[in-house]
């Protein structure tokens, strides 16, 4: 009878499923036990703010404190590696965290079993796993952050040399604010047009076949610290809100972007201002959406609101005439990011 339970016990612990032989599929099921995809997010989201002002704190990042975000899917030995490096710190800062909460919390999970430090050098399935599970997420909010950045920001610089769009700071000259008096200040004020029509889909030039537009310029008043804080509440949505301190230094990216006119946006342009294959800070292209984005955005940018077609509507552009008076709209208030039409409340929001 000894015998018997002794050799049933021996059975069962050769049953005991271990990491070291579980399928891929098995290990990312067991990581999404303890690390589902809130308690990544939460744990990144606190980090990243960090990470954010320690770039910002960096003379040699430049300001470029979001770029790091978003780096090539695709690189090799040209490509950047800014992006890269802090795009992974990030990553095994959220891993360490992750297995610290795990390890303190008392039930450690076969998966976590002796393993405490995260190490770029380790080999091993599970710690490609999480890696993979952490970048996996990151890209789905990344994603909706750079749509966001181009809505409010790239497209009005992208698209500058079209006729009716610019974006530029009310007032170059102002002074720095001091701290805690970054919201509403002047230093960080802008204004932006953009040419917008009933269907948001612009006539280029040879569309001579078509019948002509009603078109009017939107030019519209913001502030880049609540545009900061809508961009970074996309990447890390779980996460708490981020202060001014953190908000302040993507502005100030922001502004940055806005002023240095010399930038080339487009591929075309010289190889040093392109941005992919330049190593270094200021290689903003990597901030922008893909292209079939940026054209689903550009409709949702150039789109007249319903007080634009009103106004359409009152007779304030008379196309019928021959008379190019276009009607300007201009708002205070931030428009809303959406897939449609723009359709921000033209109260007043001063920055």
């Known amino acids: ?181 970054a919201a509403g200040s002047s230093y960080l004020s802008y204004e932006k047009s953009a040419v917008v029509c009933e269907l948001g889909r612009l006539m280029q030039e040879g569309d001579n076949d078509r019948e002509p537009q009603r078109t009017s310029n939107r030019t519209i008043r913001g502030c880049l610290i609540k545009d900061a804080r809508d961009v970074v509440g996309e990447c890390f949505k779980a996460g708490a809100g981020c202060d001014e301190d953190g908000l302040v230094p993507v502005s100030e990216n922001f502004r940055t972007m806005i002023i240095a006119v010399d930038f080339e946006w487009h591929e075309a342009g010289p190889a040093g201002h392109v941005g992919n294959r330049t190593d270094g800070p200021g290689a903003w292209r990597l901030l922008l959406p893909r292209f079939s984005t940026q054209t689903d955005v550009n409709t949702a940018v150039q789109k007249a609101s319903d007080q634009e077609m009103d106004m359409f509507d009152a007779g304030l552009f008379i196309a019928e005439a021959g008379v190019a008076d276009d009607a300007a709209v201009v708002s205070d208030h931030e428009d809303e990011f959406c897939m449609g039409a723009l359709r921000g409340d033209l109260g007043c929001m001063v920055c």
């Open 1 to 181: 009878m000894l015998a018997a339970v002794a050799a049933q016990q021996q059975q069962t612990a050769q049953a005991v499923l271990t990491y070291e032989n579980m399928s891929l599929e098995q290990i990312r099921r067991e990581l999404n036990i303890p690390a589902p995809t809130r308690n990544v997010r939460r744990v990144e989201a606190v980090l990243a703010y960090k990470r954010i002002m320690r770039v910002a704190a960096t003379p040699a990042a430049q300001k470029a404190v979001l770029k790091w975000l978003t780096p090539q899917p695709r690189h090799g030995g040209a490509s950047n590696k800014f992006p890269f490096y802090h795009s992974d710190k990030l990553t095994y800062g959220t891993m360490q965290t992750l297995l610290h909460e795990v390890h303190v919390s008392g039930v450690v999970p076969e998966i976590f079993r002796n393993w405490t430090t995260v190490s770029s050098t380790d080999p091993s399935v599970r710690h490609a796993a999480l890696g993979s599970n952490i970048k996996r997420n990151r890209h789905h909010y990344r994603a909706n952050a750079r749509r966001k950045l181009y809505f409010l920001i790239l497209y009005y610089i992208v698209l500058a040399s079209r006729p009716g769009v610019y974006i530029e700071k009310r007032e170059v000259s102002a002074k720095h604010p001091e701290t805690g008096a």
